[in-house]
Nanobody
Framework: QEQLVESGGGLVQAGGSLRLSCTAS????????MGWYRQAPGKQRELVGS???????NIANSVKGRFSISRDSAGNKVYLQMNSLKPEDTAVYYC???????????????????WGQGTLVTVSS
């Protein structure tokens, strides 16, 4: 089964740093982009950052200058380096991948979204 496995979440003091890692299972091919979303208590899920297969990067304004995203295409991995963490960064962080693959009869192409289970980041004041 296609899976994204996250790691690196935990409890950190404000101003500290964490690095999240996401690894796609070996049966995932043709990944177009990968990224990170987060969902804080009582809030909707929001995009934190993404990086395309061509290296194009999108970073949310709220984390620009503090977070950076990188990708190891050969290993189907994506990382989120989080610096200068703030309490408002507290959320469950989800890895995301957009995957292009053909239908069963190969008559069309499907875009499949794969999500990780989430890793909790808690930033104390």
């Amino acid at each position: 089964q296609e899976q994204l496995v996250e790691s690196g979440g935990g409890l950190v003091q404000a101003g500290g740093s964490l690095r999240l890692s996401c690894t796609a299972s070996a049966d995932i091919f043709n990944i177009r982009d990968m990224g990170w979303y987060r969902q804080a208590p009582g809030k909707q899920r929001e995009l934190v950052g993404s990086i395309g297969s061509g290296g194009n990067i999108n970073i949310a304004n709220s984390v620009k200058g503090r977070f950076s995203i990188s990708r190891d295409s050969a290993g189907n991995k994506v990382y989120l380096q989080m610096n200068s963490l703030k309490p408002e960064d507290t959320a469950v962080y989800y890895c995301h991948a957009g995957v292009l693959r053909p239908s069963h009869d190969w008559t069309r192409v499907n875009y499949v979204e794969v999500w990780g289970q989430g890793t909790l980041v808690t930033v104390s004041s």
